[in-house]
Structure formats: C-alpha cells, structure tokens
C-alpha cells in the first residue's frame, strides 16, 4: 500500500459501475489503489482487472470458477477467494478505506452490513440493499461514523445540491426520471413488449436488471425508497417527474421556495468520481454539456397508472415494516423471469403487487427477518402467479 491513496473494495467489479469506477480509479493513480475486486460469473474479465489493477484479493461467486482463477493468478500474490460468504469477509480489511457496493440486488445487504460494522465509507450504488433494510442501515452508518456516499445519479445530485445546507430547511426533492424506453406507451401497447425492446435504454447504457426496472419505472420507485433512507424524508417529500433528456439528475426545493438542481451530461462517471472523491472534486475530461445542444429541457407527469411499480413503491414506502423488502424480492425474481422469457413485462408488476399482499407483513424487522422475508417471497415469486 503506498501512503495517503485511497484503498478501494468494488463489489461487482465487472458490471457497468464497476468497470467505469475502475476508469475513474485509472485515470487518477495517485488518489487510488484497488484493494478488492470482486464478480459473480465472469471470471475473463475479473483476472483481466486483477492483472491490470493488482488488488490485495478477489473473490469470484461462482465458486466453479475459482480453479480458473485462481491458476490465472498463480504467478501473482493476488490472494484468490470464491462464494458469496468471501464477499462480508474481504470488506473487512483494516487497509479499505471506502466500499463500492457496485453489485446487484439483494446481494449487496450483507457485505454491506459488515463493512460499515468494519467502519468503512460506503460509495453506494447498489440501492436495493437500502430499500431492502434503510431503516437498519442508516442508524447503522450513524452508529460506526461512516458516509454513505450515494452513487445513483438522482442521489448524487440531490447530495450535491445539499452542500452546505440543513436536511431541516428541505421542503422536498424532486427526482428525475428518463421514462425507459416505453415512456408515453399505454397498457395496451405493453401487452407484449419483448424483452429486446425493454432493454433498449434511451439515455444510459446499465446492466439488464437496472434496465429492465428503468423501463417498468421499478427503478425510479426503488429510488423514492432510496431517498427517503439517505436523506431522511417522508413519502410525501418525494416527487418524481419524468425529462427524457436526463441533463438535470434531480432537485431539491427548500422551505423558502428556492430550488437548486444538478445537471450535466448523462455519465455515471461523475457520481461515481464524486463519491470516491467527496468532500473534494478533482478534474475531470468528461463530456460537457452545451446548452446550444439543449434549446428546450423537457418535463412531464410520471404516468403511475400505466407503470404501477413506482405506485407501489410508495405503497411500500407509507407501510413500512418490512413491505419494500418484498417489493424488491419479488420484482428480482419477476426480472429474472422476463429475462427468461416466462413472463410478460407487465406481469412483474402483477407480481410484485401480489406479493406485497400475500408475504408475512413484519412492522419492525431484525435483519434476521429482513433475509427470512427475502427468502420467503423469493419462493412465492418463483412459484407465483401466472395467467
Ligand atoms: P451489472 O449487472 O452491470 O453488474 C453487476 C455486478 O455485480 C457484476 O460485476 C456482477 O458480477 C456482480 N454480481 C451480480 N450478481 C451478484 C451476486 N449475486 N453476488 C455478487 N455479485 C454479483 O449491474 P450495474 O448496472 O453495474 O448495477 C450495479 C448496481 O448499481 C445496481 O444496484 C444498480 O441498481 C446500481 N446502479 C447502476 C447504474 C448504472 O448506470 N449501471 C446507475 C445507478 C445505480
Ligand atoms: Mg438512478
């Protein structure tokens, strides 16, 4: 370890975070060092990284693959690790400063849990682990002294515009939202969009799971969910509307009327910089917005009727408990299934929907019961409706 550089941990290191959070990290070497790369399948790219990056560990998933590995990396003193337990071991490190969490899903809970009992700062992208368990994970942060650093672009900008500013003085925040790929359609025309259209994103280029929920709007009602943890707001506080161009990532208005937005290009590279990099900003040769490209800003009504996963969000938001954490297993499961071609894009709404309503309702969980509720709807999403 060279003195005074930032220690990195990037959990899903391979994935569309990963990969730019390591440009970020290459283009400004004597800030950073990668401590841990980690990856569920794709073990090519992960000894790519590890060969080009040199972290103390990697952990592969997929323990198949951990002789491939491990005998890619033989000549090395990189120490080779596999299976999802390895991932709550290697956060813990005493040399990791900050922890991406650039993983996806469920996943991410419980590496995180164990970094920010380690006291690492947390840059976050992997939302789901706070909609899944915000209501632990942020007296949590609180308790061990550490920063949750938001990654998603919305989060960022609302973080950023808050620099210097009392949470109190918050009147609300308004979160942008692209519309995906099927904004203006109707439930009509969604009867049978087919997954190559659902993963055709407009504005950003993400992994499948996140693209999927951009284009069913669960994306941006994991995000509500998001925001009320990370900057402690009621459900009422949170706005969402609909600019397709994605030039403002998100607003906040005070107590005085006084808005203050965040703008740029759509490039996941700057949350990303900014949170590694916070409270500073470094220089960066990112793409710059000319607002001779942008003549007219565009700004319309998130259509909750059509796209009933961000209602539900709020549903499971005002209900608490432990309803998000079924809102997210069940709509994991009802991704994977449209992926799969076994059901259509709007039954994972129908999914999620019915699985808020026959899961066991918990009003104050434990994380025990947050993992039980998780395994629980998993399994009746899987067995779930289909008609
Ligand atoms: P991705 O699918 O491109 O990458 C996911 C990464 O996580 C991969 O490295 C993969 O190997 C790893 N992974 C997948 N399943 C895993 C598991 N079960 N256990 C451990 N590792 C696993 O996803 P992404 O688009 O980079 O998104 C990552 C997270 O960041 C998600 O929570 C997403 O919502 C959030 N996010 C992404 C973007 C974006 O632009 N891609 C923007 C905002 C927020
Ligand atoms: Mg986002």
Redesign the pocket.
């Known amino acids: 370890m060279v003195e005074g550089k930032k220690q990195i941990a990037i959990?899903?290191?391979?994935?569309?975070?990963?990969t730019?959070a390591l440009e970020v990290i290459e283009a400004n070497p004597q800030l950073f060092e990668v401590y841990v790369l980690?990856?569920?399948?794709?073990v090519d790219l992960l000894i790519a990284q590890a060969l080009k990056f040199s972290p103390k560990v990697v952990v592969i998933?997929k323990e198949s693959a951990y002789q491939t590995l491990k005998e890619a990396l033989s000549g090395t003193a990189i120490k080779v690790l596999a299976g999802?337990k390895a991932?709550e071991e290697v956060v813990q490190y005493e040399a990791i400063d900050v922890v991406l969490?650039?993983?996806?899903?469920y996943?991410?809970l419980l590496p995180t849990v164990k970094a920010i009992e380690a006291g690492k700062h947390i840059a976050l992208?992997?939302?789901?682990t706070l909609v899944v368990a915000g209501e632990l994970i942020m007296p949590l942060a609180a308790k061990h002294g550490i920063s949750i650093l938001p990654?998603?672009?919305e989060h960022s900008a609302i973080f950023q515009c808050l620099v210097g500013e009392s949470y109190q003085e918050i009147e609300k925040i308004i979160l942008t939202a692209s519309g995906g790929p099927f904004r203006g359609k109707k439930i009509v025309d969604l009867q049978n969009v087919s997954k190559e259209q659902a993963l055709k994103h407009p504005n950003?280029?993400?992994?499948?799971?996140?693209?999927i929920?951009s284009a069913s709007l669960m994306?941006k009602g994991?995000e509500v969910i998001e925001a009320k943890w990370l900057f402690g707001l009621e459900a009422d506080q949170i706005e969402v509307i609909v600019h397709p161009q994605s030039i403002i990532h998100s607003l906040v208005q005070f107590m005085d009327g006084s808005m203050k937005a965040q703008m740029g290009l759509p490039d996941?590279k700057l949350p990303i910089q900014y949170a590694l990099t916070y409270p500073n900003r470094i220089v960066s040769d990112f793409p710059r917005f000319n607002f001779a490209n942008f003549p007219y800003l565009h700004f319309e009504p998130a259509d909750m009727q059509t796209f009933r996963n961000l209602n539900l969000a709020y549903e499971a938001l005002r209900k608490g408990g432990n309803m998000a954490c079924m809102l997210n297993a069940a709509n994991e499961i009802a991704v994977e299934l449209f992926l799969q071609d076994k059901i259509s894009f709007l039954q994972i709404a129908e999914l999620n929907e019915f699985c808020m309503q026959k899961g066991t309702f918990i009003a104050h969980p434990t994380l025990e019961d947050y993992v039980r509720t998780d395994e629980e709807v998993r399994g009746m999403a899987r067995l779930g409706k289909r008609e």
């Open positions: 959990l899903g290191s391979t994935g569309s975070i990963g730019q980690t990856a569920q399948n794709n998933g999802s991932l969490t650039a993983l996806v899903g996943a991410g992208a992997n939302k789901e990654v998603d672009s950003w280029s993400m992994g499948a799971k996140i693209t929920d994306n994991l996941m």
